[in-house]
């Protein structure tokens, strides 16, 4: 099982939103690329990556804070704003491995489908889900799509990758979702990046557990929990057998 150390950008920094709110910001580093070395360095092999500003503006803000991070090294799954062919096709020339998609893929199945024709493996889609519902436009938005139906119609696009957030447990270190991601790995044989709530290792073994349930549990994304150094992303990494 891969762990996803995840960093957010926001005005060039390496930040973290309570809850997606854009006014409860907290700033780890001014320089993300040096952080995404101290995680390669820890050993991990793969860096998940927002474009805050991009989520909010509908259109990639720091591609060049991106490019960055993938001279470090690290495989780069990005998400934010990535809302035009262009905008995925940028990110894809700066180095990035994976892009996620996120509100334009509530908005159009057809983008999606074109995108995974063009692109493949390197296309996922990020369900960030508010009780059970799709929430987009960085959560200011919550549609009337059913989390769960929507992962399916993407994995039937055949979408090889789907980011599943429990909003409610989103930086809130309360522990993630656990019933919710195993209804979503059940429901999908696309695979799963579970995100949301890490707060110990302790959650990272219970997804372990899950996996040997539900092989298509790629990975888990943890953020705050590692900036807060409630774990520590080397025991993290052999938890989980990476």
């Not at 894809?92 to 996620?100: D, H, I, Q, T």
């Amino acid at each position: 099982m891969t762990i996803y150390p995840a960093i957010d950008i926001k005005g060039g920094r390496c930040v973290r939103l309570t809850q997606g709110r854009a006014d409860q910001e907290t700033v780890y580093s001014s320089n993300p690329a040096d952080v995404a070395a101290q995680f390669r360095a820890a050993g991990s092999g793969w860096v998940h990556v927002v474009d805050l500003d991009g989520a909010f503006a509908g259109e990639p803000a720091n591609l060049g804070v991106v490019a960055e991070i993938v001279k470090t090294g690290m495989k780069v799954q990005l998400g934010g704003g990535l809302r035009t062919r262009a905008a995925v096709e940028r990110a894809l020339s700066a180095g990035v491995e994976r892009v996620v998609i996120g509100t334009r893929a509530a908005e159009s199945e057809a983008f999606v489908g074109e995108l995974v024709a063009s692109f493949g493996l390197k296309i996922a889609v990020g369900i960030d889900a508010k009780d059970g519902k799709v929430a987009v436009k960085g959560w200011v938005d919550t549609t009337d799509l059913g989390a769960v139906g929507f992962a399916q119609r993407m994995a039937a696009l055949g979408v090889g990758t789907i980011i599943y957030t429990d909003i409610g447990t989103d930086g809130m270190l309360i522990g993630p979702n656990l019933a919710a991601q195993e209804a979503m790995l059940t429901a999908v044989p696309a695979r799963v990046i579970a995100s949301g709530g890490v707060s110990r290792r302790e959650d990272v073994a219970a997804l372990t557990n899950i996996k040997k349930r539900r092989p298509n549990l790629d990975g888990v994304i943890v953020g705050k929990a590692l900036y807060e150094r409630r774990v520590e992303l080397a025991d993290l990494l052999a938890i989980a057998g990476a």
